[in-house]
Structure formats: structure tokens, C-alpha cells
């Protein structure tokens, strides 16, 4: 946040980073396009992964409510592991990286890309992508109206 403030402060421009998300019954991708050609060139690019724990919950918060306990909240140990981007093109004003994900055999995987930047004052300014969930799908089906009820998880 440091970096971000800082640029703005001194009006130095800012990298632009651009991204699409794709996915199928295998695999998801994203293709992440970063142009410097009046911002700073990456330092380096980095994806981000994680799994759910079941195929209940789609949810990779580090903490939830307890259900024995609604007032308290409990560890959801669902960790974010650092992964290597594929370099796909390069120039001398812009780079893309991507990352691919297989599709989990349960559950789901969240993923997403963190390009480096240099800053001012010797910090590093980190713009990510959206996080892309694999696979598009959810544990309950729509409901609507009257026949919404449940459970809050």
C-alpha cells in the first residue's frame, strides 16, 4: 500500500497490468499482460494457489464463524502456496505471464498472479489479478424468493 500511496503522491506513473480468465472441465488459466511502456518494468511475477479443505464449502477465508459458536470464529487452515508463471511474450514495453491449474479432484482451487514492481523509496508495488476458482461451480443451486433458507457457513 506504501508503494501505491507513494506514486500517487509523487505523480510517477503506474505499470498497467490487464488479465483474462479462462477455464474448462480440466483446467483453468489466466493470461496476465503488463505494459510498461511508461510505467516500471516487473521485477518479478509470481503465481498463488490454494484448495479448499471438503466440497462444502467454497471458501478460502482463514477464519470462520464457529458453528458451535456463531459468536466466535475458528481456524479454516486453507493456505496459499506459492507457484512459478509461464513467461508466454515478452518486448521491450510489455510481458505476458500465465498460469495453468488442473482442476481438483474435489473441492476447489483458487489462483491467481502477483506481479512486482519497483517503488519509490526502495518499496515494491504488488498488483494481482482476479483470482480465478476452478471449477466454475457451486456446492448448493440457485435459490430464489420463499425457498431460500439455510444454514449461514
Not at 510498461?36 to 477464519?63: C, E, I, Q
Not at 456463531?70 to 513467461?87: A, D, E, Q, R
Not at 466454475?136 to 444454514?151: A, E, L
Amino acid at each position: 500500500m506504501r508503494s501505491f500511496y507513494l506514486s500517487i503522491y509523487d505523480n510517477r506513473p503506474l505499470p498497467s497490468l490487464k488479465w483474462i480468465k479462462t477455464s474448462n472441465n480440466t483446467h483453468g488459466y489466466i493470461r496476465a499482460t503488463v505494459d510498461f511502456s511508461v510505467g516500471p518494468k516487473p521485477m518479478s511475477a509470481y503465481g498463488y494457489h490454494a484448495r479448499t479443505l471438503n466440497d462444502k464449502r467454497r471458501d478460502f477465508r482463514l477464519l470462520i464463524g464457529d458453528p458451535n459458536n456463531p459468536g466466535k470464529s475458528m481456524v479454516n487452515p486453507v493456505i496459499w502456496f506459492n507457484i512459478g508463471v509461464v513467461t508466454e511474450a515478452q518486448t521491450a514495453t510489455s510481458i505476458v505471464y500465465s498460469l495453468t491449474i488442473a482442476n481438483p479432484m474435489s473441492g476447489w482451487e483458487g489462483f491467481f498472479i502477483q506481479v512486482n514492481f519497483p517503488g519509490p523509496d526502495g518499496s515494491a508495488l504488488e498488483l494481482t489479478t482476479e483470482t480465478q476458482i476452478i471449477p466454475d461451480s457451486y456446492p448448493t443451486s440457485d435459490c430464489y424468493g420463499d425457498s431460500c433458507f439455510g444454514t449461514l457457513v
